[in-house]
C-alpha cells in the first residue's frame, strides 16, 4: 500500500508561497479536459444503459418487442443511441486521444442523441393530424430538453463549443418536423406556430444549458485552483489529525508523487512572528538533512489563507506500528536492520543540533526503493528543536516551546523530558 511520509508539525505563518512554473491558466483547463472526459464516459454509459432498459421493458410490457425489429425505422433510432453511446465510452477511454479532442467528439455525441430522440419521437407521430390539432400543450417536450441540460451539467465542455453544439441540438426537434411537412407525414404550420412550439422552447433550453455549461467551467476553475499550491497539484487525501491533512500530490511539470501536509490557520500559536521563523529555519534544517534514511523534504509554503504546507517524499510501505500489529514482533535481525538504518537517520540530524523528539514506532517507516526492501525512512521531525548547546549561543533563533506544553506522544517520552529537563540527542537514542 501507498502511505504518505508524515510531515512537520509547527506552529507558523506567513511564508510566502513560490509561484507556478507554469501559466496556471492552462494547467488548470487541462485539469477541467481531463475532469469532462471521465464525466463524458459516465454519461455514454448512463445514455446507453437508460436506452436499452426502457427500450426493453416498454415494449416488453406492451408485447410489441417482436413488432419493433419489422422496419429499421422502429428499431434504427434506439440501436443508434446505444451505438453512438458505446463509440463514445470507448473514446473516452482512449488514452492517446488528446483531451480535447475527446470533449468534441463528446459535443458531437450531444447532437447526435438528440436528433436520435427527436427522430424517435416525431417520425410519423403527425401522420394524419391536421394544422388546427397541432398545440404546444398537445406536443410538449422531447426528452432532447431534458438530456441538452444533462449534459451540460454534467460534462464541463468549453462554453464557446457548447454552444454550438446546443443550438445544433436545438435545431434537432424542429428539423426533424420540416423534414416530414414534404411528405405529408405532419402538416404545414403558419411560421409563428411552428416558431412557439417546435422552435422557441429549445432555443430557451439551449440558452439555460449554456448558462449551466459556464456555471460549471467556472466552479470548475474555482475548485481547481483551490487544489493547486505552489508547484504542486492535490490529488487524494490519505489522511487527517489534530493539525490538518496530509494528501497525494504531484509535481505540475514533473509528474513527480509527493506527500503534503497542510497545517490549518487555526492551529497555529499567538505569536506569528516567533512561528513563522520557526516554520522557515526547521524547513531549512530537515531540507539540508542528506541521510537516505531521512525522509525528504522537497518544499514548503503557505496558501493565501494562511494555510501553511509541507512538502516531502510519497513513500511506498509501512510504519513499524503497523507492521508489528499486522504481523507480530519482528524478528531480532531485522530489527536490528531496521535499528541501524534509524540510529544513521539520526545520528545526521544531532550532528546538526536538531532534536526528534518524537520517536515511536509510527515515525518509523519501511518502504520500498527501487529493488530494495526494509529502508528505513524517519519520518515526522514536526516536533524538531535545535539542542540546547546548539542553541545556546544564539538565543534570537533558539526554538522556544511554551513552558506549559511537554512535546511528544505520552507513551513514548523520555524519562528526562516528563521531569521537565531539555532534550538532547540522547533524548531520542
Known amino acids: 500500500m501507498t502511505l504518505p511520509a508524515e510531515v512537520l508539525l509547527t506552529k507558523a505563518e506567513g511564508i510566502a508561497q513560490r509561484p507556478a512554473r507554469q501559466p496556471e491558466r492552462h494547467l488548470v483547463a487541462d485539469a477541467v479536459r481531463r475532469r469532462a472526459v471521465r464525466r463524458l464516459q459516465l454519461v455514454g454509459a448512463l445514455t446507453f444503459a437508460s436506452q436499452l432498459v426502457v427500450w426493453l421493458a416498454v415494449n416488453l ?12 425505422l422502429e428499431w434504427g433510432f434506439p440501436v443508434g443511441v446505444m451505438v453512438a453511446s458505446l463509440g463514445i465510452i470507448l473514446l473516452s477511454r482512449s488514452p492517446r486521444l488528446d483531451p480535447a479532442k475527446v470533449i468534441r467528439f463528446g459535443l458531437f455525441y450531444l447532437v447526435v442523441i438528440s436528433f436520435g430522440i427527436a427522430a424517435g419521437s416525431y417520425l ?14 398537445r406536443v410538449g417536450l422531447t426528452f432532447v430538453a431534458p438530456w441538452m441540460l444533462m449534459f451540460s451539467v454534467l460534462v464541463p465542455a468549453p462554453p464557446g463549443e457548447a454552444l454550438v453544439a446546443l443550438l445544433a441540438s436545438a435545431a434537432a426537434v424542429p428539423l426533424t418536423y420540416l423534414v416530414q411537412v414534404p411528405s405529408q407525414l405532419a402538416p404545414a404550420l403558419p411560421a409563428s406556430t411552428f416558431g412557439l412550439i417546435f422552435v422557441l422552447p429549445y432555443l430557451v433550453v439551449a440558452w439555460m444549458s449554456y448558462v449551466a455549461t459556464r456555471v460549471v467551467n467556472q466552479l470548475g476553475v474555482e475548485v481547481r485552483r483551490a487544489y493547486e499550491l505552489g508547484s504542486y497539484r492535490l490529488e487524494a487525501l490519505l489522511g487527517q489529525g489534530g493539525m490538518g491533512e496530509v494528501w497525494r500530490a504531484s509535481h505540475r511539470t514533473l509528474a513527480r508523487p509527493a506527500a503534503i501536509k497542510l497545517i490549518r490557520p487555526e492551529s497555529l500559536g499567538d505569536e506569528p512572528g516567533m512561528a513563522a521563523a520557526r ?28 494555510t501553511l504546507f509541507y512538502v516531502m517524499e510519497l513513500l511506498d510501505g509501512v510504519d513499524l506500528e503497523e507492521l508489528v500489529r499486522q504481523y507480530g514482533p519482528v524478528p531480532a535481525e531485522r530489527a536490528v536492520h531496521i535499528l541501524r538504518q534509524a540510529a544513521a537517520s539520526l545520528a545526521e540530524a544531532h550532528a546538526c543540533g536538531i532534536v526528534h523528539r518524537d520517536i515511536k514506532p509510527a515515525n518509523i517507516y519501511l518502504c520500498r526503493r527501487a529493488r530494495e526492501h526494509d529502508v528505513v525512512k524517519v519520518l515526522d521531525f514536526g516536533l524538531v528543536r535545535r539542542s540546547a548547546s546548539d ?11 511554551h513552558p506549559d ?25
Open 61 to 72: 410490457v406492451q408485447g410489441t418487442l417482436a413488432e419493433e425489429f419489422s422496419t429499421p
Open 124 to 137: 410519423g407521430a403527425f401522420e394524419g393530424a391536421g394544422a388546427d390539432s397541432i398545440s404546444f400543450d
Open 279 to 306: 516554520f522557515e529555519r526547521e524547513a531549512q534544517a530537515i531540507a539540508s538533512l542528506e541521510s537516505p534514511n531521512t525522509v525528504a523534504l522537497y518544499d514548503y509554503g503557505s496558501t493565501p489563507d494562511g
Open 391 to 401: 542553541t545556546a549561543g544564539d538565543a534570537a533563533t533558539a526554538v522556544r516551546t
Open 405 to 429: 506544553i511537554i512535546a511528544g506522544t505520552p507513551a513514548y517520552l523520555a524519562p528526562e523530558i516528563i521531569m521537565g529537563s531539555s532534550a538532547d540527542g540522547r533524548t531520542d537514542l
